[in-house]
């Protein structure tokens, strides 16, 4: 009979460490995930750029420097935004841009419209924008210049990607003077 009571202190205490190790691995696991989702371009803390990137008013994070500056070698200018295309194209001046890396709904699409009025409202017509084109993609597309744009010291292309209204063109992080950057979430 002495024997049972010892079983069972034996059985709660193996029990209590089974129970502990699924209780760590559990909190190692959800660890783990909001890590991955919190890199992968929603709310990168890590920079590799000189962005600064804080939450915004409509509860995401925005990136923006204060003084942006062109990387590389390809053209850098500044000049008024003269027209909203869709959510990832606009012509600044009389040069027609498309976001480097970026993709957000065509028309017909859902999607289109929020996304359009959003780069509209980051990037007003009429205001200035800083245009770095990518070093890597100078040929273009379609015509027009493969750029990151910033409005207000605002990086358009990380807007657009961290308000989730565009998604990221994983095909480009190959080819992009931008890849490295933080808010591009390119593997």
């Known amino acids: 009979m002495s024997q049972g009571p010892a079983l069972s ?17 559990l909190v190692i696991g959800i660890s783990g995930y909001a890590i991955i989702n919190y890199n992968n371009g929603k709310a990168a803390s890590t920079s590799r750029s ?37 959510g990832d194209t606009l012509d600044v001046g009389s040069t027609r841009i498309r976001l480097a890396l970026v993709n957000t709904p065509e028309v017909g699409q859902p999607g289109y419209t929020e996304a359009k009025q959003f780069t509209a ?22 015509g027009r210049t493969v750029a990151v744009v910033y409005c207000g010291g605002a990086n358009l292309n990380a807007e657009l990607l961290r308000s989730g ?23």
């Open 121 to 142: 409202q980051l990037c007003h017509v009429g205001s200035q924008a800083l245009v770095d084109e990518d070093d890597e993609q100078t040929s273009g597309s379609y």
């Open 9 to 25: 202190r034996s059985f709660w205490t193996t029990g209590k460490i089974v129970g502990l190790a699924l209780a760590l691995i």
């Open 50 to 86: 000189a962005d600064s990137c804080t939450n915004g008013a409509a509860n995401y994070p925005t990136c923006s420097s204060p003084n942006p500056v062109c990387k590389g070698t390809a053209a850098c200018f500044t000049d008024t935004v003269a027209y909203i295309v869709d």
């Open 165 to 187: 209204l565009a998604v990221l063109v994983t095909y480009y992080c190959g080819v992009s003077e931008f890849a490295e950057e933080s808010w591009t979430g390119c593997p």
